[in-house]
Structure formats: structure tokens, C-alpha cells
């Protein structure tokens, strides 16, 4: 439990005037070098004078020590004990870079749990690997053919599942299931598939596992609970075709049991009714298989990414807590994850991500919403990213009142860097840190909203 003074009877004037680490902002602090102890230290001391409660170490681009490694867990343990000195808290962070759930391309490297897309073209690709050898082999395999029909008025009249061979009076369609291209963002690796369920029980092993078998003794201690990044099911936008006559690519988010699975759950088979994810009928009773499409995404999301890592910190005694991808809209959150809030139950402590000095106070108030209906202790928001150099004072009060107002109890500013040196200076300024002339002034905005959350 973050908020264990919540449980005194009143709240007293000594911790309203001067309120403890877990009422202060614990900022993104972007581990973007090689990592030094003294340097680590040096800079949590900066932190603790600018009126922060503690820091999210938070593995960046420029991280030149081993992720993961003895020596990057032995810079967490020395940073642990730092904040334990200096009266912090040290939050995790379950990623390199983001979006969660790869773990820097050690998930990934397993082709089998990478992120798989539905990918539509007209043209034969002549990718014929069978299933099980091209999910192991990381490969495109084909899934069904389709004769689709379109009328005058661009409404779908018409299509079947063809074989590979036949011919079609109308378009014929190749759906295939593609793997994610590999990418220097996730170390030559890809993002995973984060429907799958063993592919998140890999990403637990892997990561929070190592963090439990170093520092679990510190959990719900000086460790309050570990951040997850813009997981998503799907990242791409590309759920919508431009007019009825397109014949380019169409790409929806897929997963290697994602047939099986919709078959058990709906007692009905979504290969036989594909094209109606695409087209629209005119009766529209096209919606019916829509529906259960991003109904599915949102069920195989939410079970196998946030409620089994939600669990794991659960039994371990440490709060789950983050943000989704794309939370603002209701198309958005359809492609990414299917829904947000059927998600925030999972959490110990729901989030949001407010960038570019946004006012979104839908996604403010769902998440809140669903704090409340939840029983949740509190509410986090990624705050002040994306606002650069000029970005002063004003700016950081008005974004941390607002949302304070619609609920939010634990601030995650973002960002403070680690080094300068090279990409790093690039990463999203400004650096709420050492590196602003403004640092030492900074207790002005930090002590006005420790305050506000001690009350709230």
C-alpha cells in the first residue's frame, strides 16, 4: 500500500506542512549512459532537493550498460539504497525504452511470441509455410482466401472462402498472418505479441522475476511498485480502409491462437466472416462481427497482458501501475487494446499519459472512474512530456492542477536525464532535472502539490 498514513484518523498539520516521499512527484529519470554509482547518487541527491519523493529508473536510449545485467541490477540495488538514505522511494520500470512487454528484444528473440498482424492483399505472396513451422520460423503464413463482392454504392454484396487455387468472380483476397518487422528500436529484435498469454508469462520470467530475485525484500518498502509503458495489442491505425474499392494493404492486430480462442468463446468460426471486419453491408448486420473482433482484443489484452502481471504484483507484495497506449479516444483504444478501462481493474495504481501540454479530460476522468469503482488507492499520470526548453512554471502548476482536480495523486514527470551527451539531449526536453537552471526553484511546484495529495 502506497498511502499507508491513509490510515490514521485525521490529517495532521506536520504532514500537510512537510508531506513524505509518497505524496511527491517521482519523475521519469531516463538511464541514458553507461551508469556510474557515484553519478546515480549525485543525481538522486538533486532529485531530493528539487522537492521530488523519489524517481522511476528508467532505461532509455544511450543506456550503455547491459540490460538486465549483474552489473545494471547491482546501479538498481545502489540507487535502492540511496533512496532509502535520502528517505525516497525508488519505482521500478519493466522496460527498455517502451512499449513494454519485449523486454528489450530478450522476449522476442523467441520468434513464436512476436507480434503477429491479420495483413490483407490481392496479390498472392506465395507465403505457403504451414502454421506451425511459420510461427516457430518467425515467417508470413496463409490463413484463408476470399471472393469478395462490392455493389454499385460501395457496400460489401457478397463474399465466400475460397481455396488457395480457386478463382473469383469477384476480388479475390490473400489473408495472411505476418510477424512485425525487426527494428534497432527493440535491439534487432520486434514488440511482442501481448495477447498471448505464454508470451507474457516469458516477459514476467524475464523481467520481473530478475527484480524480484534482487531487491524483492525492499517491496512495499523503498520499492512502491513497478511502471508498464504503452503496452498495446496493436499499434498500427490502419483498422480502416480509405473507400469500399481500396485494394491495398488492410492490417488488423492478430495473435497465433487468435482463431481457436474466438472459436471457443463465441461458438462460431471468425475465418468463415472475415471480410465483414472490413466491409460494411448495408443491412449492417456486419456490426455483430465487429463487435465480438474488438470485444476479443479487448478480453485476450486485458487476461493475458494486465491481469497476469497484475497478479504477479499482487502475490509479490508491489503495486502494478502505468499507463495504455493511445487512452484518449474510443477508435484509438479499439486498435491498441480494445478498451482502456477493462484494464485499470488490473492495476494497483491505473494511469494515464498527458503529453504536449494536452487538457484531455476524458482520459482523466475514465481513469478516475474507474479508480473509484475499483477501490483503487490513487491515480498516476505521466505528466509534462513533450513541452520542451520554454516550457515554465505556469505550464507545470495549470497541467498538475487540472489533474489533480480530476483525480490524480501520483505525478510522474517526465523527463529527467541521466546525460547530454549525444541523442540523449534530443530525447524530449525539457530535463526537469539538474540540467535546468530552474532545478533549485523547483520545491515552488513540488511542496503546492505534495500538499494537494496529502489532502487529497
Not at 11 to 35: I, Q, V
Not at 173 to 189: H, L, R, T
Not at 266 to 285: A, N, T
Request: proline share 4%; glycine share 8%; hydrophobic share 35%.
Amino acid at each position: 500500500m502506497l498511502y499507508k498514513k491513509n490510515r490514521a484518523k485525521t490529517l495532521t498539520k506536520e504532514l500537510f506542512e512537510n508531506p513524505t516521499c509518497e505524496y511527491r512527484a517521482a519523475p521519469f529519470w531516463s538511464w541514458n549512459a553507461k551508469l556510474d554509482k557515484a553519478q546515480l547518487e549525485r543525481q538522486i541527491g538533486y532529485m531530493k532537493q528539487m522537492g521530488f519523493g523519489g524517481f522511476h529508473m528508467h532505461p532509455r536510449t544511450g543506456l550503455d550498460t547491459e540490460y538486465l545485467s549483474d552489473e545494471f541490477m547491482e546501479m538498481i540495488k545502489a540507487c535502492c539504497d540511496k533512496a532509502e538514505a535520502e528517505q525516497m522511494l525508488a519505482w521500478l520500470y519493466d522496460e527498455d525504452r517502451w512499449s513494454s512487454g519485449p523486454a528489450g528484444g530478450k522476449v522476442t528473440r523467441h520468434k513464436k511470441f512476436r507480434r503477429k498482424r491479420l495483413t490483407l492483399f490481392t496479390e498472392d505472396k506465395g507465403w505457403n509455410t504451414p502454421k506451425d513451422t511459420a510461427i516457430d520460423q518467425g515467417v508470413p503464413y496463409l490463413l484463408a482466401c476470399y471472393d469478395v463482392v462490392i455493389d454499385k454504392d460501395g457496400y460489401l454484396a457478397g463474399y465466400s472462402r475460397i481455396g488457395y487455387g480457386d478463382s473469383a468472380n469477384g476480388t479475390k483476397w490473400y489473408a495472411y498472418v505476418v510477424n512485425e518487422a525487426e527494428s534497432s528500436w527493440f535491439n534487432n529484435q520486434t514488440y511482442v505479441d501481448a495477447m498471448d498469454a505464454e508470451a507474457m508469462q516469458e516477459f514476467i520470467k524475464v523481467t520481473y522475476e530478475r527484480y524480484n530475485e534482487v531487491i524483492s525484500d525492499r517491496f512495499d518498502k523503498s520499492v512502491p511498485a513497478i511502471f508498464t509503458d504503452e503496452p498495446n495489442a496493436n499499434h498500427e491505425y490502419s483498422c480502416t480502409i480509405p473507400s469500399p474499392e481500396y485494394t491495398g494493404r488492410i492490417s488488423y492486430g492478430w495473435s497465433r491462437f487468435f482463431e481457436e480462442k474466438y472459436q471457443k468463446t463465441y461458438g462460431s468460426d471468425i475465418l468463415d466472416v472475415l471480410p465483414e471486419l472490413f466491409w460494411i453491408k448495408k443491412d449492417r448486420s456486419d456490426s455483430v462481427v465487429k463487435y465480438r473482433y474488438f470485444d476479443f482484443v479487448a478480453k485476450m489484452f486485458s487476461e493475458n497482458f494486465s491481469k497476469q502481471l497484475g497478479d504477479w504484483c499482487n502475490k509479490h507484495g508491489i503495486a502494478f501501475t502505468g499507463h495504455l497506449l493511445r487512452e484518449p479516444q474510443l477508435t484509438s483504444q479499439s486498435v491498441t487494446c480494445g478498451e482502456t478501462m477493462r484494464n485499470y481493474g488490473k492495476f494497483g495504481i491505473p494511469g494515464i499519459d498527458i503529453l504536449c501540454d494536452q487538457i484531455e479530460l476524458t482520459t482523466a476522468k475514465q481513469a478516475q472512474s474507474a479508480v473509484h469503482q475499483y477501490g483503487k488507492e490513487g491515480m498516476l499520470s505521466e505528466l509534462y512530456g513533450v513541452t520542451n526548453w520554454d516550457f515554465d512554471f505556469r505550464g507545470h502548476k495549470f497541467q498538475g492542477d487540472w489533474q489533480a482536480a480530476l483525480g490524480v495523486t501520483v505525478r510522474v514527470p517526465h523527463l529527467a536525464w541521466l546525460s547530454m551527451a549525444g541523442e540523449a539531449k534530443r530525447d524530449y526536453p525539457a530535463s526537469i532535472s539538474y540540467q535546468s537552471p530552474w532545478y533549485k526553484e523547483y520545491p515552488i511546484i513540488e511542496d503546492h502539490f505534495a500538499r494537494v495529495n496529502t489532502a487529497l
